[in-house]
C-alpha cells in the first residue's frame, strides 16, 4: 500500500542557508502534519494543514513556514538555518474523518544537518 | 496543556517476559491516546488508540494498553516479548478536540531486549 513520502531523505545544508522538504501524503488522505525530532528527543508537532488551510500551529519558528497544495502534497520552507535546526523532520497524513477515524501515518523523515 | 509523561526513559526485558509501559496523561476531558513504535532512524508507527468506549484496547504486534481514568495512565503491555520489539515507544496525546489538531508525545522509552 503507498505511504507517506518524504524528500529529499537527507538534506545537508550550512547555517543561514534555506531548505525546502516535501511532504506526499497517502492517496485520498487530506491532513497533512509537520513534526521535527532532534537527536535523542521526542517528535515536537509544528504544524497542521486539512483542505490546503493551516489548522493547528505547534512550537513552529517564525523562520519556517509551510503550505498545502491543490494536490495535497505540503512543502517546510526553512530559511535561515541554526544549527539547532539539525533534525529528523517528519510528515503525517490522514484522511477527512479527523484523527478519531483516520490514523496518521507516518512518512519515514527527512534527515536534516546543519553544518 | 495537554501533555503526556513517561516516568520510564530505558526498559530493559528479557526475551519471552512480560512489559509493561508506563504513560501518564494530564488532561482536562477524556483524551485521545495513542502509544507508537519508532525503530533507529524509522518513521513512527501506531500501535493502538484509545478515544472513547473500552477501556482495555487492542493493537498491533500484539500489544494492549488500559485506559484507567483514575489514575491518568495508559500503559502499554504484551504478555511475552520478542527480540524484535527493541525499539522507542512513545505515548501520545492529541493537543485539541481531535480532526486535524496535532500529537503530543511524551519523552520516550527505550525497550531494550536481553537474551
Known amino acids: 500500500a503507498a505511504g507517506v513520502i518524504q524528500s529529499p531523505r537527507h538534506l545537508i545544508k550550512e547555517k543561514r542557508e534555506t531548505a525546502t522538504l516535501k511532504c506526499y501524503p497517502i492517496?485520498?488522505?487530506?491532513?497533512v502534519y509537520w513534526y521535527q525530532q532532534g537527536p535523542g528527543q521526542d517528535p515536537q508537532f509544528l504544524i497542521s494543514?486539512?483542505?490546503?488551510?493551516?489548522?493547528d500551529k505547534g512550537s513552529i519558528p517564525d523562520r519556517f513556514s509551510a503550505q498545502q497544495f491543490s494536490d495535497y502534497h505540503s512543502e517546510l520552507n526553512m530559511s535561515s538555518l541554526e544549527l539547532g535546526d539539525s533534525a529528523l523532520y517528519f510528515c503525517?497524513?490522514?484522511?477527512?474523518?479527523?484523527?478519531?477515524?483516520?490514523?496518521?501515518?507516518f512518512g519515514n523523515g527527512t534527515r536534516l544537518t546543519v553544518t | 496543556a495537554q501533555s503526556v509523561t513517561q516516568p520510564d526513559i530505558h526498559i530493559t526485558v528479557s526475551e519471552g517476559a512480560s512489559l509493561e509501559l508506563r504513560c501518564n496523561y494530564s488532561?482536562?476531558?477524556?483524551?485521545?491516546l495513542f502509544w507508537y513504535v519508532q525503530s533507529p532512524g524509522q518513521g513512527l508507527q501506531l500501535l493502538l488508540k484509545?478515544?472513547?468506549?473500552?477501556?482495555l484496547v487492542q493493537g498491533i504486534k500484539g500489544f494492549e494498553a488500559e485506559f484507567k481514568r483514575s489514575q491518568s495512565s495508559f500503559n502499554l503491555r504484551k504478555p511475552s516479548v520478542h527480540w524484535s520489539d527493541a525499539a522507542e515507544y512513545f505515548c501520545?496525546?492529541?493537543?485539541?478536540?481531535?480532526?486535524?489538531?496535532?500529537?503530543?508525545f511524551g519523552k520516550g522509552t527505550h525497550l531494550i531486549i536481553q537474551p
Open positions: 503525517a497524513s490522514s484522511g477527512r474523518q479527523g484523527i478519531e477515524n483516520s490514523p496518521l501515518h
Open positions: 492517496p485520498r488522505h487530506d491532513t
Open positions: 501520545a496525546v492529541v493537543r485539541g478536540g481531535g480532526g486535524a489538531d496535532g500529537l503530543t
Open positions: 494543514f486539512y483542505e490546503k488551510m493551516q489548522s
Open positions: 484509545y478515544f472513547s468506549g473500552d477501556t
Open positions: 488532561y482536562g476531558a477524556t483524551p485521545y
